[in-house]
């Protein structure tokens, strides 16, 4: 037991003292943009679909990052929901609440898949690299660089000429074919 007795709670409204809240205060990102601790069912199923892979693909890293944190955000806010959900025993938004859940970690899924397909596409690019002796990689900023964006300008050049598609060009060569998975 304690020497002091505990507080007790201030009833009256009137009498309560008035906490300053920053604005911009991080916890805020757990709670939807009315800072509500509950949606409803028929705002929490107003939402879009999962991005797929195919639009990830044009997007730069600073944008996939970016849209990994907003999906981490949103889990974020749907499992506080939940949390309360089961708290206050609401009986309702439990299958809202799952559906979105699922759509954002479609999303999530399908950044992951993105940015895999980004490494294996640099990791044969290195290999292809190394194996080709105009290119050093050992000297970074020495210009071998421009001796990569020059050699790549060549084949286009070919491609324009010869009439072949690129892409069956570099599917002839062993070391393009498609990585193992």
């Not at 089961?86 to 439990?94: N, P």
């Not at 044969?124 to 080709?132: G, M, N, V, W």
């Not at 210009?143 to 690129?166: C, D, F, K, N, Y």
Request: hydrophobic fraction near 30%; charged fraction near 35%; glycine fraction near 4%.
């Amino acid at each position: 037991m304690a020497k002091e007795p505990l507080p007790e709670p201030v009833l009256d409204p009137l009498r309560r003292s008035k906490v300053k809240v920053d604005e911009n205060h991080g916890l805020w990102g757990f709670f939807n943009r009315d800072r509500k601790s509950l949606t409803t069912p028929a705002e929490e199923s107003s939402h879009g679909r999962s991005w797929s892979v195919e639009e990830l693909r044009h997007k730069s890293f600073e944008d996939l990052h970016c849209l990994w944190w907003a999906c981490v955000k949103e889990r974020n806010r749907l499992a506080t929901e939940k949390y309360e959900r089961e708290r206050i025993k609401a009986g309702y938004g439990d299958y809202e609440g799952q559906e979105r859940d699922r759509v954002v970690r479609t999303t999530q899924r399908a950044i992951k898949h993105a940015l895999t397909e980004r490494w294996y596409a640099y990791e044969e690019a290195r290999k292809i690299a190394r194996s080709d002796p105009k290119i050093d990689l050992r000297k970074a900023g020495t210009g071998s660089v421009h001796q990569l964006e020059s050699e790549i300008e060549a084949p286009v050049a070919e491609t324009r000429e010869t009439g072949m598609p690129l892409q069956e060009r570099l599917e002839d060569q062993p070391s393009m074919q498609q990585p193992s998975r």
